[in-house]
């Protein structure tokens, strides 16, 4: 290549030629790249790091942290290729690109849902809601859902494609992932409203096998901003709900399946997630007993701490006049000081005992263990949702001494192969929970830190 060729802009466009990803993808970079547009004219063996981090600094004047982050990860992987292409020496941008934080998942209250259900219903097509509230589909997923996907004897879906709208145009694909390509089960009351869907596409004359469900009037796939204006966005507003972009109606069916105790790699396969790592990052606040152990951590700390039974409000009482401790004294030395104040009188001791008066007070505590807490029930959903070895990392401890815990809590735990078997869809038998013999505890308490790894095995409460 020419050395007048080598500008930023024309690198730009080499390396997204090369790239293989979906159409909405590609415009999304492609957008993107617009924001290095003052480099473009620019030879690429003429950046350098400085120009680089300036105009990171000047965008964060009037640009948003996602568009920042998108924009200097094209322009940094541009680069990146033109150095593996041996037309410029190094790669100038050496910035750390500042990364805007994860938009946080709200999911919908149960009476949000039975609401939207409910109100859904009079739409013709609010059964694409149920379906993303109930399945836990994507919305292009949904869109791109046609009648011969429909198997209504195994009451299945299958999902192989999804119809995404890109400037302006709606494109149909293959879903997100590999593992976007799936059969998934539909609850009956998910069947029902196809079956009312169908009999108004009956009406309508677009039932054939090729049609799709949730068409545009004209029997085209559904555009996802028509979508939002006319049924999603008119929704919301009529039940007076705040509003939501409707992927958040599978944050609720993913949220619902962990809650309620559908096993991680079943609710993982039902979303399309790659693997349950990812479902499990996105959703572990759902989990049973999430947030109990830091409640625990509080609980214990007052008791040892503060002498105060945490357990009953009616303990506390008055706490403005609670006498605070010089640092570095106990409760009984304490009272072995005063006794001792008492019996001499000495003045000297009454001098220091009120200029210690004047310290600020303060709390020393020895270095201890750290300790996770959580439920028995909750422990015993989530080793039947995550293999032991996943699961121990998540606690900080050995699978071994995880094993431990479990037994000594009489919680049954997957056999040897059984998880195996689990991960790849295959039904296994699932002991229920025993119950607790009198006087053991519903909580779990493990060691997480301090001593050897043996040590940390498993601590338990009594």
């Given at each position: 290549?020419?050395a007048?060729?080598?500008?930023v802009?024309?690198?730009?466009?080499?390396?997204?030629?090369?790239?293989?990803?979906?159409?909405?993808?590609?415009?999304?970079?492609?957008?993107?790249?617009?924001?290095?547009?003052p480099?473009?004219?620019?030879?690429?063996?003429?950046?350098?790091?400085?120009?680089?981090?300036?105009?990171?600094?000047?965008?964060?004047?009037?640009?948003?942290?996602?568009?920042?982050?998108?924009?200097?990860?094209?322009?940094?992987?541009?680069?990146?290729?033109?150095?593996?292409?041996?037309?410029?020496p190094?790669?100038?941008?050496?910035?750390?690109?500042?990364?805007?934080?994860?938009k946080?998942?709200?999911?919908?209250?149960?009476?949000?849902?039975?609401?939207?259900?409910?109100?859904?219903?009079?739409?013709?097509?609010?059964?694409?809601?149920?379906?993303?509230?109930?399945?836990?589909?994507?919305?292009?997923?949904?869109?791109?859902?046609?009648?011969?996907?429909?198997?209504?004897?195994?009451?299945?879906?299958?999902?192989?494609?999804?119809?995404?709208?890109?400037?302006?145009?709606?494109?149909?694909?293959?879903?997100?992932?590999?593992?976007?390509?799936?059969?998934?089960?539909?609850?009956?009351?998910?069947?029902?409203?196809?079956?009312?869907?169908?009999?108004?596409?009956?009406?309508?004359?677009?039932?054939?096998?090729?049609?799709?469900?949730?068409?545009?009037?004209?029997?085209?796939?559904?555009?996802?901003?028509?979508?939002?204006?006319?049924?999603?966005?008119?929704?919301?507003?009529?039940?007076?709900?705040?509003?939501?972009?409707?992927?958040?109606?599978?944050h609720?069916?993913?949220?619902?399946?962990?809650?309620?105790?559908?096993?991680?790699?079943?609710?993982?396969?039902?979303?399309?997630?790659?693997?349950?790592?990812?479902?499990?990052?996105?959703?572990?606040?759902?989990?049973?007993?999430?947030g109990?152990?830091?409640?625990?951590?509080?609980?214990?700390?007052?008791?040892?701490?503060?002498?105060?039974?945490?357990?009953?409000?009616?303990g506390?009482?008055?706490?403005?006049?609670?006498?605070?401790?010089?640092?570095?004294?106990?409760?009984?030395?304490?009272?072995?000081?005063?006794?001792?104040?008492?019996?001499?009188?000495?003045?000297?001791?009454?001098?220091?005992?009120?200029?210690?008066?004047?310290?600020?007070?303060?709390?020393?505590?020895?270095?201890?263990?750290?300790?996770?807490?959580?439920?028995?029930?909750?422990?015993?959903?989530?080793?039947?949702?995550?293999?032991?070895?996943?699961?121990?990392?998540?606690?900080?401890?050995?699978?071994?001494?995880l094993?431990?815990?479990?037994?000594?809590?009489?919680?049954?735990?997957?056999?040897?192969?059984?998880?195996?078997?689990?991960?790849?869809?295959?039904?296994?038998?699932r002991?229920?929970?025993p119950?607790?013999?009198?006087?053991?505890?519903?909580?779990?308490?493990?060691?997480?830190?301090?001593?050897?790894?043996?040590?940390?095995?498993?601590?338990?409460?009594?």
């Amino acid at each position: 290549m020419a050395a007048k060729a080598n500008t930023v802009k024309l690198l730009i466009d080499r390396w997204l030629e090369q790239l293989e990803v979906r159409p909405s993808t590609r415009a999304g970079y492609e957008d993107a790249a617009k924001v290095s547009r003052p480099f473009w004219e620019i030879r690429a063996d003429k950046l350098t790091p400085t120009m680089i981090a300036d105009w990171l600094i000047a965008l964060k004047k009037h640009r948003g942290l996602r568009t920042i982050q998108v924009a200097g990860s094209v322009l940094k992987r541009t680069l990146a290729h033109a150095v593996e292409l041996r037309i410029i020496p190094e790669n100038p941008f050496v910035s750390k690109i500042p990364s805007a934080p994860a938009k946080r998942a709200v999911p919908f209250t149960d009476e949000e849902v039975k609401a939207i259900m409910l109100t859904a219903q009079r739409d013709r097509l609010g059964g694409a809601v149920v379906l993303a509230i109930l399945c836990g589909m994507r919305q292009g997923e949904i869109f791109g859902l046609r009648w011969r996907d429909i198997d209504w004897n195994a009451g299945q879906i299958v999902i192989e494609r999804q119809a995404v709208e890109c400037r302006g145009e709606v494109i149909v694909g293959l879903p997100k992932t590999k593992a976007g390509i799936r059969k998934i089960f539909v609850s009956r009351y998910a069947s029902e409203i196809l079956r009312r869907r169908q009999e108004t596409a009956s009406f309508e004359q677009n039932d054939g096998p090729d049609d799709y469900v949730f068409p545009q009037t004209d029997g085209r796939a559904m555009r996802r901003s028509n979508f939002a204006r006319r049924t999603w966005g008119k929704l919301l507003a009529d039940l007076k709900i705040p509003h939501r972009g409707m992927h958040h109606a599978r944050h609720t069916a993913a949220s619902i399946f962990l809650r309620d105790g559908v096993p991680l790699p079943e609710a993982s396969a039902v979303l399309g997630h790659a693997n349950p790592s990812i479902t499990l990052g996105k959703y572990a606040h759902a989990l049973p007993g999430h947030g109990l152990a830091a409640r625990k951590v509080m609980d214990d700390f007052v008791n040892n701490v503060l002498k105060i039974d945490s357990g009953s409000w009616e303990g506390l009482g008055d706490l403005s006049n609670a006498e605070i401790m010089p640092l570095g004294t106990s409760v009984e030395a304490e009272a072995s000081e005063d006794a001792a104040i008492q019996a001499t009188h000495s003045r000297e001791t009454e001098t220091l005992t009120k200029k210690s008066a004047y310290r600020r007070p303060s709390i020393r505590l020895e270095p201890q263990h750290s300790y996770v807490y959580v439920s028995r029930e909750a422990l015993y959903l989530q080793v039947w949702s995550l293999s032991l070895m996943k699961l121990s990392q998540l606690y900080g401890i050995s699978d071994n001494g995880l094993r431990k815990t479990c037994r000594r809590h009489h919680i049954p735990v997957p056999k040897l192969g059984e998880w195996a078997k689990m991960h790849a869809g295959h039904p296994v038998r699932r002991p229920g929970l025993p119950p607790l013999l009198h006087g053991e505890s519903t909580m779990v308490r493990i060691r997480v830190s301090g001593g050897t790894q043996d040590e940390n095995e498993s601590t338990l409460t009594a």
